[in-house]
């Protein structure tokens, strides 16, 4: 996988949708404050402004019959709009406080330049799956409407509730972007590791060749176990610090798809009860389509960020368990290569396991919460 050209790919999506205000630099493999990306933002803020005005124009026809019908609804509208405000501003910040860890991060999982492999198309995939998704519904959605577009003033109430949520959501994306990298640079580490172990198990004295050709191939291939496992600690605390930079979006980011999720149940429940009777069976099927692109999207989201904590814990345990395997071999490893081992294992078991878990036992109070 192409380290840089996912992170190019990536970089491009967060600055459209409005989360980023930092270009990738392929030469430095860092982000760096970009003029272009601070003027998208701004000509976002204003679309953004002129849209939220819209809100508390009197002469809404939709709004003002949101009012009339539920009150609940029309308080949930003005709760993801309050919410929206706050989210636009956090992203921003959020964005600008993260590249302090992430620009390090970024330096501990750099590597060289590969072919095209599905773990890259895995990675396109995990970046723009949920707009193909939102896409086929508006599609749909677009076909019961014989393909005319809504009145400009509910296009913009509408776009005035969603560019917050897209801007925030740009927050999972780039975790699950980097915790995708880095699943495959732990299993470099861990293949690095396993042959360096390999080629220095213990041999019988009669099949040894040369004692200083041995020593010298031992010492070398001890530097590199020992390198190996400062890069596995170094990775493992810089990946650390960018989670505890993005947990809070993270978190902020709930709250708003459990408002959404509250808003598209209560909603679903009042048109079955009561607003089922005022359509025909054309805008019943467009309500419906609306409605379920609300869970399919927010349920797409949270799949592919248990997917990739699950493979990245997958990974992690088959690291142990070839290390494991390794120890158990008491009598063909020497002292200090065992000794080493063992601190890898550790620097799995201790930080690695704190730090997966952690993420783990969050993932699931996102999803109780939901």
């Not at 490893?333 to 601190?343: G, P």
Request: aromatic share 12%; with cysteine; charged share 15%.
């Amino acid at each position: 996988m192409n380290n840089s050209r996912v992170l190019r790919a990536t970089n491009i999506v967060l600055m459209l949708s409005g989360y980023q205000i930092y270009w990738m630099d392929s030469k430095t493999q860092r982000f760096r404050l970009s003029l272009p990306a601070i003027v998208n933002i701004l000509v976002l803020g204003c679309i953004y402004a002129v849209c939220f005005a819209q809100h508390f124009d009197a002469s809404s026809s939709m709004l003002t019959i949101l009012k009339n019908v539920s009150t609940f609804l029309f308080g949930l509208t003005r709760l993801q709009l309050l919410l929206g405000v706050k989210a636009c501003v956090y992203a921003v910040y959020s964005s600008v406080r993260a590249v302090g860890v992430i620009n390090p991060l970024l330096e501990s999982l750099a590597g060289k330049g590969r072919s095209f492999r599905k773990e890259e198309a895995v990675a396109y995939a995990l970046l723009v799956s949920t707009f193909g998704i939102l896409l086929c519904f508006g599609f749909y959605i677009a076909y019961e409407m014989i393909f005319e577009l809504p009145p400009l003033q509910d296009a913009m109430i509408g776009a005035a509730l969603f560019m917050p949520h897209l801007c925030l959501a740009g927050s999972l994306r780039l975790y699950n972007i980097l915790t995708w990298i880095m699943r495959g640079k732990l299993q470099e580490i861990k293949t690095n590791v396993e042959e360096a172990l390999s080629a220095n198990l213990k041999k019988d004295e009669v099949e040894m060749a040369s004692t200083s050709c041995t020593v010298s191939v031992s010492n070398s291939s001890l530097d590199n176990l020992e390198s190996l496992r400062q890069q596995l600690q170094l990775l493992i605390a810089r990946f650390g610090d960018f989670f505890e930079a993005m947990q809070h979006s993270l978190l902020f980011l709930v709250t708003m798809n459990g408002n959404c999720l509250l808003f598209g149940v209560y909603s679903y429940i009042y048109y079955q009860k009561t607003w089922h009777v005022l359509f025909e069976d054309r805008k019943r099927r467009i309500f419906y389509a609306a409605n379920a692109s609300i869970y399919a999207c927010i349920a797409w989201d949270y799949l592919c960020l248990f997917l990739v904590q699950f493979l990245m814990e997958k990974e992690r345990l088959g690291f142990l368990k070839i290390l494991e395997t390794f120890l158990s071999k008491r009598c063909s490893l020497s002292k200090r290569f065992r000794s080493l081992a063992k601190d890898v294992k550790g620097t799995l078991l201790n930080t690695s396991q704190h730090k997966f878990l952690s993420i783990c036992r969050f993932d699931v109070l996102h999803f109780i919460l939901v």
